[in-house]
């Protein structure tokens, strides 16, 4: 009922800069939180950045400083802007939304996820 669909990831050189995207879209009447998290081989899934309807944020500690994340409720989109990449930030990243239905359900969705490769 509801989809994400991330967009932004792909290869960068260190230091190097992305901005990853993702819409979510379907029988949404509101949303809570979005987040992006990422997983690299043989580790588990972790946080990376977090924003609430208010607009507060949290950060991995590895990527604070160096990315931001905003959202436009309006598109019910979020972005996650990384700056000074290096090559540890490779990893799969996903969208994580979570909200209301229209209805009155609860909801958790996750995006298909992006490649960040940061390699020379």
């Known amino acids: 009922q509801v989809q994400l669909v991330e967009s932004g990831g792909g290869l960068v050189q260190p230091g190097g800069s992305l901005r990853l995207s993702c819409a979510a879209s379907?029988?949404?009447?509101?949303?809570?939180?979005m987040g992006w998290y990422r997983q690299a081989p043989g580790n588990e899934r972790e946080l990376v950045a977090v924003?609430?309807?208010?607009?507060?944020?949290n950060y991995a500690e590895s990527v604070k400083g160096r990315s931001t994340i905003s959202r436009d409720n309006a598109k019910n989109t979020v972005y996650l802007q990384m700056n000074r990449l290096k090559p540890e930030d490779t990893a799969v990243y996903y969208c994580?939304?979570?909200?209301?239905?229209?209805?009155?359900?609860?909801?958790?969705?996750w995006g298909q996820g992006t490649q960040v490769t940061v390699s020379s």
């Open positions: 994580y939304v979570r909200g209301t239905l229209v209805g009155g359900s609860l909801f958790s969705s």
């Open positions: 379907g029988s949404i009447f509101s949303i809570n939180a």
């Open positions: 924003i609430t309807t208010l607009s507060s944020t």
